[in-house]
Nanobody
Framework: QERVVESGGGLVQPGGSLRLSCATS????????MGWFRQAPGKEREGISC????????LYADSVKGRFTISRDNAKNTVYLQMNSLKPEDTAIYYC??????????????????WGQGTQVTVSS
């Protein structure tokens, strides 16, 4: 069974940092691009970053550029999202997803075919 499982969320003060992990199983991670998304209450799911299967290309939404870093360790079947300088507006459920092999390089949720359950990130003092 193909799965992705997020972890590492929690409560952090503004200006703080968190690192999210996405553990994958049931497929060869090195064959797929991967992405991170988030969804705040009452808002649509937002694509925030993606990374190519060969680790050479990355894409970031303007809202997180310069603060968040996506990375991957194919040997560990894991994708990471390092989040620095967190702001209250970063509060959301964060999701990891696998880029569908037929899709184009994008941050549109419709380009992704396997999703995790999400992990809550709350930025508050």
């Amino acid at each position: 069974q193909e799965r992705v499982v997020e972890s590492g969320g929690g409560l952090v003060q503004p200006g703080g940092s968190l690192r999210l992990s996405c553990a994958t199983s049931g497929f060869s991670l090195d064959e797929y691009g991967m992405g991170w998304f988030r969804q705040a209450p009452g808002k649509e799911r937002e694509g925030i970053s993606c990374i190519s299967s060969n680790d050479k290309d990355r894409l970031y939404a303007d809202s997180v550029k310069g603060r968040f870093t996506i990375s991957r360790d194919n040997a560990k079947n894991t994708v990471y999202l390092q989040m620095n300088s967190l702001k209250p507006e970063d509060t959301a459920i964060y999701y990891c997803a696998r880029m569908a092999p037929w899709s184009s390089w994008s941050l549109f949720p419709s380009s992704y075919d396997t999703w995790g359950q999400g992990t809550q990130v709350t930025v508050s003092s």
